[in-house]
């Protein structure tokens, strides 16, 4: 069974920070693309960061400074360091991993983690 467990969200003032986690398992992880994602509210969900299985990274114009996608494939976690927060960054923030063996692709989601940035 996989699992994609987040954690590190919460509430934090503008100009703040969080280290967002997420924790796999049921994956080969080391041959997985790791992605976190945002919904804010009333918006679509939208790609804020990804980390190939080679540790090559590509963030979101909207986060390029200020975000940084890392993983652990000791420890089978992503996280998402984010620095100067805003309040529009507020979003349910989620983990996302993508696995390609031979011909199957599987995606799989976590549950996410609310991230709220006051003025």
């Known amino acids: 069974q996989v699992q994609l467990v987040e954690s590190g969200g919460g509430l934090v003032q503008a100009g703040g920070s969080l280290r967002l986690s997420c924790a796999a398992s049921?994956?080969?992880?080391?041959?997985?693309?790791m992605s976190w994602y945002r919904r804010a509210p009333g918006k679509q969900r939208e790609l804020v960061a990804a980390?190939?299985?080679?540790?090559?990274?590509n963030c979101a114009d909207f986060v390029k400074g200020r975000f940084t996608i890392s993983r652990d494939n000791a420890k089978r976690t992503v996280y998402l360091q984010m620095e100067d927060l805003k309040p529009e960054d507020t979003a349910i923030y989620y983990c996302?991993?993508?696995?390609?063996?031979?011909?199957?692709?599987?995606?799989?989601w976590g549950q996410g983690t609310q991230v709220t940035v006051s003025s």
């Open positions: 049921g994956i080969i992880f080391s041959l997985s693309a």
């Open positions: 980390i190939t299985s080679g540790g090559m990274t």
């Open positions: 996302n991993a993508k696995v390609a063996l031979g011909i199957v692709r599987s995606e799989y």
